[in-house]
């Protein structure tokens, strides 16, 4: 069945030209030239043109949630929940034009475009029970009745860098979070899915209209790297939670740190599964192929390396290439499809590039990659899956790209496997496939896994929002999501209470008037 994306478009509220920002419902238009051309990988036609925000209006905004903030932060946490848990509800209704945007604007599947909404909807639903326990310690104090506590409180605004491939997931993540713990956010989107994030601010301007909400307190404002700049060095933004390649996590790193500011990074992998001696290999081709392939190569998670054990290395690689054979690569709006296209022809570029690399460099390539034409791939941005016998240490193998080449490595001892696992720059997310419980715990332990997320018989890729999301090393260390992410949200400010009728002074110490 063909998707008619502009009764899509329609339902989400996206027009002809849209405004380069909003404050939750006041969309502004803007003095600047610059436009994006939003362009579906897909079949490449344009969708929509949508305004850039130049300096003034990223400073209107700054100085809307300012003002927004000293009444937000009033409001109570559990009143915040309850807006979130409309903007849930908000979201299910949406559920399949939103995800279907998704999938349109940036190239995964419609299934995975469905469930990057569902996270959206986890994460609301976590971030509602969330607002009634953001729970301090209490403490004995070493004085006589004194009473010592912690508290949380707002940071103020939190600014959001999201990057391309999960247009709208990472948003509500922070956002969510960033709500109930009492903070206003400023979204600056990638600019190559304008879209999705304009439909989102659509979604949720229902809800901060039912609910009197001032404006200011979600914002949306659409640009490039410039925004994203602006906003790394202002004193204003106390917060800057980014999303996206190592290199822009750098930059933004350094310009936070330099004024003293809070970020929150969620950078690049190059993620391995460790495919064992003790693996079911069936199930291990299902989490290899799908963690490889899958988003056409674009997720943080993707599988990249598969590093394998001698003794199951040519069964397992026959029964890889035999799954690469079955792929079906086309429309990811089509449900047959396993495969959609590349974000845009500068990632058809950078494949390319990476397999011509890879091949100086040594690499064999078992199943061959390579651009496909015609009448299904008019975009230009479908390519095919491929896999490359290397060595870990190759300059390419370190690298992160953005795309499907599948890095095969042969290993004899586990130790050997472990320490190939953590010998690139990268530390997002690692598996094991394995059913002897003493190789599974070695992996999990502190001479294991150095990345984020390691799992035991599942693939890199895809995760739960119930658990802290992020990686080390050059991924960033950030940590997003579930379990006690939202720390980074807020600031601790501890509190000691004097009910004597004395000053007794810390340590002992004596000083009498
Ligand atoms: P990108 O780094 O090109 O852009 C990401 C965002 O950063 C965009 O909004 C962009 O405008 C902005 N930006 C770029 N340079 C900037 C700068 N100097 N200052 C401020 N903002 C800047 O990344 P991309 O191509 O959109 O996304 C792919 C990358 O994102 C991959 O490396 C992937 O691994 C990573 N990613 C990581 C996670 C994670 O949770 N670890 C999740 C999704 C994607």
Not at 226 to 244: C, F, Q
Not at 407 to 417: C, F, N
Not at 444 to 457: F, K, M, P, R
Request: hydrophobic share 40%; with cysteine; net charge negative.
């Amino acid at each position: 069945m063909k998707t008619n994306i502009n009764a899509v478009l329609k339902q989400l509220g996206i027009e002809e030209i849209n405004p380069a920002y909003s404050t939750g419902s006041n969309w502004g238009k803007t003095n600047s030239e610059k436009a994006i051309e939003s362009q579906s990988p897909v079949d490449g036609k344009k969708i929509a043109s949508v305004q850039v925000a130049a300096e003034k209006d990223y400073n209107f905004v700054v100085e809307t949630a300012q003002k927004a903030f000293l009444e937000w932060r009033k409001v109570p946490a559990p009143k915040r929940g309850e807006m979130v848990r409309q903007f849930g509800e908000a979201l299910r209704i949406n559920k399949e034009a939103l995800g279907t945007l998704v999938s349109y604007e940036m190239g995964k599947s419609l299934q995975e475009g469905f469930g990057e909404v569902q996270e959206m909807i986890d994460i609301c639903d976590f971030a509602v029970g969330l607002s009634r326990q953001l729970y301090g310690l209490t403490m004995h104090s070493e004085r006589p009745n004194h009473r010592m506590y912690e508290q949380w409180h707002p940071l103020g605004i939190v600014g959001i860098i999201s990057a391309f491939n999960f247009p709208v997931a990472v948003w509500a993540w922070n956002t969510a979070l960033a709500w109930v713990c009492g903070n206003v956010c400023i979204w600056k989107p990638s600019e190559k899915t304008p879209l999705t994030a304009i439909a989102c601010q659509h979604i949720i301007e229902k809800v901060l209209i039912a609910n009197e909400v001032p404006e200011g307190v979600c914002n949306l404002i659409i640009g490039d790297r410039i925004v994203g700049e602006l906003m790394s060095n202002d004193g204003r933004v106390p917060l800057v939670s980014a999303t996206g390649s190592t290199r822009m996590g750098k930059a933004v790193g350094a310009a936070v740190g330099a004024r003293l500011g809070k970020s929150l990074l969620e950078l690049g992998g190059n993620n391995a599964i460790i495919i064992s001696k003790d693996a079911d290999l069936d199930m291990s081709i299902i989490g290899a192929v799908f963690g490889a392939v899958g988003t056409a190569g674009q997720r943080c998670t993707t599988t990249r390396r598969l590093i394998i054990h001698e003794s199951v290395y040519d069964n397992f690689v026959a029964k890889l290439v035999k799954a690469y054979g079955q792929l079906r690569i086309g429309d990811p709006l089509d449900q047959h499809n396993h495969v959609g296209p590349l974000i845009d022809k500068d990632a058809v570029a950078s494949y390319l590039d990476s397999i011509e690399k890879c091949k100086a460099e040594g690499g064999k390539f078992i199943v061959e990659g390579g651009v496909l034409s015609g009448a299904d791939y008019t975009s230009g941005c479908y390519v095919k899956p491929c896999i490359a016998e290397v060595k870990n240490d190759y300059k390419i193998v370190q690298h992160e790209t953005f795309a499907p080449i599948l890095y095969l490595i042969k290993y004899t001892a586990l130790d050997e496997a472990i320490a190939l696992q953590n010998g690139v720059p990268q530390g997002l997310s690692s598996a094991i496939m394995t059913l002897n419980l003493r190789e599974a715990e070695q992996f999990l332990s502190a001479q294991g896994s150095d990345c984020g997320i390691a799992n035991v018989n599942i693939g890199t890729s895809g995760a739960e929002i119930g658990g802290a999301f992020g990686g080390e090393k050059e991924t960033g260390g950030g940590r997003e999501s579930g379990s006690d992410a939202w720390k980074a949200y807020m600031r601790r400010q501890t509190n000691t209470i004097n009910y004597a009728n004395t000053l007794p002074l810390a340590q002992g110490i004596k000083f009498d008037l």
